[in-house]
């Protein structure tokens, strides 16, 4: 295709490109006139009859076909679902970078995004994978915005951009009518994006992108190809080896199929049935027996042991520890073992089945009656008042109450954002899925943070018990 060059830049419709012009016609996103195979072909034949290169050129401007390429020369592949979008770019290097150069107040937002890094898990990318387009798209732009007052409309309409990339870069089936949904979500977006940055003044005409527009296609494009994080020229390039090209790519698929059986014949083996490690006994001294913090923790322990062990004649012991690493390899870190360290990355943050969902955790304790491990449990604060605002989950800690909860409750760990400013609001950050779209390098973790995650595998046995 020809691309902005050509009346008919969008290869997927027959929408002209815009032009600062009230005569213009005007479109239905919802019945847009779009390109057949049959037109493409006979595009195609008028080039191949035609000698001259003014006359390509004139053919080429007005249809937005230059060419055939020759991969798509055999009768397998149809125009115009051969030619999906690379989405992946899309998303988070055309459509969002685009955006963000429209903005203002970017110094404030960026010195917000800086102090952000502490509180954004290892387990989900490197320090400085915070300052690319991805974080800011799913985890920033919307609950910095809020603390920094942007202009509501603009947030709101950035918040349809998320959503349909969130719901785009999912892995699961989706009814007819959940496509539909996605595609009237673009729509509002487009349209909002139209009167906001554009609202009828020809010297911004240049703001109608052609990324912006191609969004539309989004929702057929699932149709055509399935999930975007399965039929992305980023995970195509990735499964094929795009550094170490024709890679292959049926022994890669062969290989995970045998891992997949493997698990289901030996349940042993599978990580997400593996089960949670402690690390890293904690002493409690005796500067710390007369703090109000570990009276309530111990507090906590002894109400829960009252209510679920049932026989008050057992006895309970309990011994504390700093880390534990959860079912799906995720480690997780207390307030305890962070207290007096000089950490970079703070992940004490989870999200749990029952209750609230949101809770940091205080400390890890093993709970043994009568000498015999009864069971594994963490203190924490729960997230209280929780509310979405433009779908991000904002709440407060509730800091007077310590609750108790076994870690087989714990889902999975959760970065926030705090912007340290009288609200005392807490933004809630969960792993997005366009992470797992990307490698170890570029995820951004360097050696260092790995011999983090990993520091405090073997328990340290020389710590005393605490009972």
Request: aromatic share 10%; hydrophobic share 40%.
């Amino acid at each position: 295709m020809a691309g902005h060059s050509a009346i008919f830049g969008n290869r997927f419709s027959l929408v002209q490109g815009a032009k600062a012009s009230t005569s213009r016609a005007s479109y239905d996103l919802s019945n847009l006139p779009m390109h057949t195979e049959d037109s493409y072909w006979a595009t195609i034949n008028c080039l191949s009859a035609t000698s001259s290169k003014q006359q390509r050129a004139r053919i080429t401007k007005e249809t937005g076909v230059s060419h055939l390429p020759l991969c798509a020369a055999s009768p397998a592949f149809i125009h115009p679902t051969f030619f999906p979008l690379d989405l992946f770019h899309l998303f988070y290097e055309n459509d969002v970078a685009f955006i963000w150069d429209l903005w203002t107040k970017a110094r404030q937002f960026g010195e917000a995004v800086a102090n952000a890094m502490k509180t954004l898990p290892p387990a989900f990318c490197g320090p400085y994978k915070v300052y690319e387009w991805m974080a800011l798209l799913h985890w920033y732009v919307l609950p910095i915005g809020m603390e920094l007052g942007f202009n509501p409309l603009v947030l709101e309409n950035f918040s349809q951009l998320v959503s349909a990339i969130e719901f785009t870069m999912s892995i699961k089936e989706h009814m007819e009518s959940e496509i539909m949904s996605l595609h009237l979500i673009i729509q509002k977006f487009l349209t909002g994006f139209k009167s906001l940055y554009i609202n009828g003044n020809p010297e911004l005409i240049s703001r109608a992108r052609l990324c912006i527009f191609q969004l539309t296609h989004v929702p057929i494009h699932i149709k055509w190809n399935g999930s975007i994080r399965i039929g992305s020229q980023a995970t195509v390039e990735r499964n094929i080896g795009e550094k170490s090209p024709f890679a292959n790519l049926a022994n890669i698929i062969t290989g995970k199929e045998l891992i997949r059986i493997l698990s289901l014949y030996y349940p042993s083996l599978s990580v997400e049935d593996a089960d949670y490690h402690s690390h890293l006994k904690i002493r409690i001294t005796r500067k710390e027996e007369g703090e109000s913090a570990l009276i309530h923790e111990l507090q906590a322990l002894e109400d829960y042991s009252e209510t679920n062990v049932g026989n008050t004649e057992m006895h309970v012991d309990a011994e504390r520890w700093g880390k534990v690493r959860l079912a799906n390899g995720h480690l997780l870190r207390s307030r305890r073992r962070d207290q007096g360290t000089p950490a970079t990355r703070l992940y004490r943050w989870f999200e749990g089945y029952i209750e609230d969902n949101i809770w940091r955790a205080l400390a890890f304790y093993k709970l043994t009656v009568d000498g015999v491990l009864w069971r594994n449990v963490i203190v924490y604060h729960r997230l209280a008042e929780m509310k979405q605002t433009l779908g991000q989950l904002r709440g407060s800690w509730d800091r007077k109450t310590v609750r108790t909860l076994e870690i087989s409750a714990i889902i999975d760990i959760v970065g926030i954002w705090e912007p340290k400013n009288e609200s005392e609001r807490v933004y809630i950050l969960r792993k997005h899925p366009g992470i797992a779209l990307l490698n170890t390098e570029e995820l951004g973790k360097s050696p260092e943070e790995d011999t983090d995650e990993e520091e405090g595998m073997e328990n340290d046995e020389s710590a005393p018990e605490y009972t």
